[in-house]
């Protein structure tokens, strides 16, 4: 059953153009990683630092293999550095039968 995860944070609002950068790099590779369906990024429009992730991944454990990818790679903590607090992360399943 595929899960979509939404991932939202609050970028440092003097990173937001770094934060736009490593999206850049990390969303094409993250697109090509086994199980993933589906990636893109939002930035709110009233509040250009206020970030959401949306992915759809075949499995939960093919989105946990990516999220500990990027942290053997640093990017994880790449990304955190940009951030005011640490990132939600909620796991939505499918409800379709």
Sequence with gaps: MSVMVAVEGTVLPDRVDDFRKLLERIIPETRCFRGNQFVTTYLDVDDTSRALFLELWDTRAQQEE???????????????????????????ADTRS
Aim: hydrophobic share 35%; charged share 20%.
């Design 66 to 92: 990516c999220s500990a990818w990027r942290d053997e790679t640093g990017v994880t903590a790449e990304l955190t550095r940009m951030l005011k607090a640490p990132p939600t992360v909620t796991y939505y």
